[in-house]
């Protein structure tokens, strides 16, 4: 299976400046292995959105999956009590 491409929203860079720098290793390895494998174990796609969702501790990675470019589009990165809310 070919590797896909992982590409971050602008407003990802703001999300991860929040979160403790021993946290956002781990975020990245996690984001990292969505290249070999975008629908890894423990996945769940939110209802009613064309996106999925994987934990990393308490923090949550949403993302889009173009398959036919493909291309992961990492969207949002947050602590699960927020990640969900519309702002």
Do not use: C, T
């Amino acid at each position: 299976m070919a590797s896909f491409e992982v590409i971050f929203k602008q407003s990802v860079a703001k999300d991860l400046r929040q979160i403790p720098k021993k946290d956002v290793a781990r975020i990245l390895k996690r984001i990292e292995a969505l290249r070999a494998e975008p629908r890894p174990p423990g996945v769940e796609k939110l209802s009613g959105q064309e996106k999925y969702r994987i934990r990393q501790g308490v923090y949550r990675i949403l993302y889009e999956i173009k398959n036919n470019e493909l291309i992961v589009v990492v969207v949002k990165i947050g602590h699960r009590r927020d990640v969900y809310r519309i702002s």
